[in-house]
Nanobody, 127 residues
C-alpha cells in the first residue's frame, strides 16, 4: 500500500520561500521512479488545482501560476518529492497535496489521473 506524507507547510510572509516535502512509503525504488509525481493545491470551496508535475524521466510541467517561482524535484534515494516555492504570494495560500500516478495513466494536470494522495499540508501566506 503506497502512502504519501507531506510536510513543510506553515505560515509565511509574502515574498518568502518555502520547501514542501512528500515522502513515499510502501513502494519499491523501481516503482517510485516510474511514477509521475504531482503537487496540487486546494482552497475551501474550490476544486483541487494542479501546481506541478514531474515525469519518470525528470521532465517537468507547471501551472502558469507556478512557472518561474516553484520547482518540483525528487530524491529517488529517499523516495521523496519536493516543491520549492519562492516569491510566495497571498494567493498561494492553500492546502498542498502530493500525488502519484502510474505511468500513462492520464493527463498530469487532472487530479483524477492520480492513484495515490497525501493528507495535505497547509501553506498560509500573509500580506
Amino acid at each position: 500500500q503506497v502512502q504519501l506524507v507531506e510536510s513543510g507547510g506553515r505560515l509565511v510572509q509574502a515574498g518568502d520561500s518555502l520547501r514542501l516535502s512528500c515522502v513515499a512509503s510502501g513502494v519499491t525504488f523501481t516503482t517510485f521512479t516510474s511514477f509521475g509525481m504531482g503537487w496540487f493545491r486546494q482552497v475551501p470551496g474550490k476544486e483541487r488545482e494542479f501546481v506541478a508535475h514531474m515525469r519518470w524521466n525528470g521532465s517537468t510541467d507547471y501551472a502558469d501560476s507556478a512557472k518561474g517561482r516553484f520547482t518540483i524535484s525528487t530524491d529517488n534515494a529517499k523516495d521523496t518529492v519536493y516543491l520549492q516555492m519562492n516569491s510566495l504570494k497571498p494567493e498561494d495560500t492553500a492546502v498542498y497535496y502530493c500525488a502519484a500516478k502510474k505511468p500513462i495513466k492520464g493527463a498530469y494536470f487532472r487530479s483524477h489521473s492520480y492513484d495515490y494522495w497525501g493528507q495535505g499540508t497547509q501553506v498560509t501566506v500573509s500580506s
